[in-house]
């Protein structure tokens, strides 16, 4: 597609739910990035892949996130056994080339509320 | 961390005035960019600067770049109501990109 959807726009758990977020990136972009963006403060980079490969995940907290890009689907973002300061907007974004020096380009956002 | 640092965290100002918008970062990078985020949506690109470069201009939008003094700035001329929203500068080495907490600029009628 044109643009970067992410599904679902707003997603509510209970402490401990596992929660799931998905990704479609504009068709013909290499390469995905998730972002947390907490309260409207910095974006919190996550995870980047080039194509189904991991690129970068120095910033994933790795004991209960885990993130996937496999051919012919959606990517996503799997937090299990959430946590209160889980909540957040979780973006996806998306370039063709990979992020230095080019444009990437945002979706509209997950709304996760951990209650 | 590489990642941009916005100053002031808010600037109001009214219709019609510049809004001048810093940022700094600690490592050498590639490029420097800027992004605009209205409340509640993604990020959308406003201008890319590189690393050779000392200033650029797009419409109402002039940023320049200082890599001695390792930081940027963002002017937006002759604002408008519609300008108001949150602004991130993004700094990028090689393979990755980091955002800082972003500028809230508020435009009053």
């Known amino acids: 597609g044109e643009e970067v959807a992410q599904t679902p726009k707003h997603l509510v758990r209970g402490e401990g739910q596992k929660a799931k977020l998905y990704c479609a990136p504009i068709?013909?972009?290499?390469?995905v990035f998730w972002y947390q963006q907490v309260l409207k403060n910095e974006f919190k980079f996550l995870i980047s892949?080039?194509?189904?490969?991991?690129?970068?995940e120095t910033g994933m907290p790795k004991e209960r996130f885990s993130a996937k890009c496999l051919p012919n689907s959606p990517c996503s973002l799997e937090i299990q056994a959430t946590k209160l300061e889980d909540s957040a907007v979780y973006f996806c974004?998306?370039?063709?080339?990979?992020?230095?020096?080019?444009?990437?380009?945002f979706g509209e956002g997950s709304w996760l509320t951990v209650v | 961390s590489q990642q941009g640092e916005e100053d002031p965290q808010a600037l109001s100002i009214q219709e019609g005035e510049n809004a001048t918008m810093n940022c700094s970062y600690k490592t050498s990078i590639n490029n420097l960019q800027w992004y605009r985020q209205n409340s509640g949506r993604g990020l959308v690109h406003l201008i890319l600067i590189r690393s050779n470069e000392r200033e650029k201009h797009s419409g109402r939008l002039r940023v320049t770049l200082d890599t001695s003094k390792k930081s940027s700035s963002l002017l937006i001329t002759a604002s408008r109501a519609a300008d108001t929203a949150s602004y991130f500068c993004?700094?990028?080495?090689?393979?990755?990109?980091?955002f800082g907490a972003g500028t809230r600029l508020t435009v009053k009628p």
């Open positions: 993004a700094t990028d080495r090689a393979f990755d990109m980091r």
């Open positions: 068709k013909g972009h290499s390469y």
């Open positions: 974004a998306s370039s063709q080339y990979g992020s230095s020096g080019n444009t990437i380009y």
């Open positions: 892949f080039q194509n189904e490969n991991v690129f970068d």
